[in-house]
């Protein structure tokens, strides 16, 4: 089953707002990577997460990384229509693979 | 343009037909996977592969069959036996396992 699970599912968010997507993991991670897949596309990596409390910007995007390195988020401030997508967590399972959310999909009213 | 080319983009089939993704990457990237996505369900690993001549299952192999025969290409073979084929398959590469993946466009297989 899935080690990575994300909250919430979906986030309808007005313009202008600020949201926050959730990722947990029941073991420590060695690290942790974020996707944002546009409607119709494919998955596109945004960022890599490896230290222990790390947080990351991205303009208005902000990435952290927990101290027990078991969960993280992703901050979006402001947000815009170009925001729109669906946004996964990825854990490593072992060596060779990722565990990946569910996703938290995001609409946006303008 | 350094990337991930999946083939066909779409495609239909009956049922009891197998059918075979491609997926060619010019990336030199020695690790290559197979995601099934299904809505609200994320991606599931399918089969992956971490070198030439090697590959793996993933956590839902039953029904796929795939070959490494050269670094650049791991085609999937969705086969007669998969109960439910209808999905969007997404093939991707790394540099090393398991490293930051380039997707390719995906192929939406439909079956009728």
């Known amino acids: 089953g899935q080690q990575v699970m994300q909250i919430p599912q979906y986030q309808h968010v007005q313009e202008g707002e600020d949201f926050t997507t959730y990722c947990n993991s029941s073991t420590t991670l060695s690290n942790i990577q974020w996707y944002k897949q546009r409607p119709g596309g494919h998955p596109v990596f945004l960022i890599q997460?490896?230290?222990?409390?790390e947080v990351k910007k991205q303009k208005r995007l902000t990435f952290q990384f927990g101290e027990a390195k078991k969960n993280s988020s992703l901050h979006i401030t402001a947000t815009q229509t170009t925001d729109v997508g669906t946004y996964f967590c990825?854990?490593?399972?072992?060596?060779?693979?990722?565990?990946f959310g569910a996703g938290t999909t995001v609409t946006v009213r303008a | 343009d350094g990337g991930i080319t999946q083939s066909p983009k779409y495609l239909f089939r009956k049922e009891g037909q197998n059918v075979t993704l491609s997926c060619e990457q010019n990336l030199n990237h020695d690790a290559m996977y197979w995601y099934r996505q299904d809505p609200g369900q994320g991606l599931r690993l399918i089969y992956y592969?971490?070198?030439?001549?090697?590959?793996q299952k993933g956590d839902i192999a039953e029904g796929y069959s795939v070959s490494r025969e050269k670094k650049e290409s791991f085609p999937l073979t969705v086969t007669s036996a998969q109960k439910n084929p209808t999905a969007f398959y997404l093939c991707?590469?790394?540099?090393?396992?398991?490293?930051?993946?380039?997707f390719g466009e995906g192929s939406r297989l439909t079956v009728l």
């Open positions: 997460l490896v230290k222990s409390g």
């Open positions: 990825a854990g490593p399972l072992n060596d060779y693979k990722l565990s």
């Open positions: 991707a590469s790394s540099i090393k396992s398991p490293g930051e993946l380039f």
């Open positions: 592969s971490q070198i030439v001549n090697d590959f």
